[in-house]
């Protein structure tokens, strides 16, 4: 909202719809992109949706006018929640039904410190450079190195139930 505000010439108000209008398309990116993972794969998947993040950032960071921060921010919420959607199921996959539930709470423990720390990381960019768009750059450059790590993982062949 601060970028938006600063930068990009937005009022409190206008900034506060273009985030609810996120919120409103992400309110299914979880049972879209679960659906999505069962038809075509949970590797294929995660590339699908880090690439999609990564044009977000890159475009919210680059596109500083008011269609680009809409276009942003409906793919970004097209594809908000489909990360733990889609984990949840490999979990489920690679560990079979009794195991998941504490996989999933170890990867999330790795989630949350992402989400922890990345306001900070973006803090410091802006204050080193006087501007936020940086941060979105760097955010979309994670991005793409987290689709590029997904195409080192093995497939997943069918759950193993204990």
Do not use: N
Not at 7 to 27: Q, R
Not at 94 to 123: C, H, K, M, Y
Not at 141 to 147: D, E, H, R, S, Y
Request: overall charge neutral.
């Amino acid at each position: 909202a601060k970028y938006l505000i600063a930068e990009g010439g937005y009022e409190k108000e206008s900034a506060g719809t273009l985030f609810m209008t996120m919120g409103w398309f992400s309110l299914f990116s979880g049972l879209i992109w679960g659906t999505v993972s069962d038809a075509i794969g949970r590797k294929r998947a995660l590339i699908l949706v880090y690439l999609i993040h990564a044009v977000a950032f890159a475009i919210f960071g680059l596109w500083v006018t008011p269609t680009g921060f809409t276009v942003s921010a409906i793919l970004f919420g097209l594809a908000a929640w489909s990360i733990p959607a889609i984990m949840a199921a490999t979990c489920g996959d690679v560990l079979g039904s009794r195991l998941a539930p504490a996989a999933l709470g170890f990867i999330t423990l790795f989630f949350g410190l992402g989400q922890a720390i990345g306001p900070s990381v973006a803090g410091a960019i802006a204050d080193a450079t006087g501007s936020f768009a940086l941060a979105f750059i760097f955010a979309s450059i994670v991005a793409l190195l987290g689709a590029g790590g997904v195409l080192m993982l093995r497939p997943t062949s069918t759950a193993r139930e204990a």
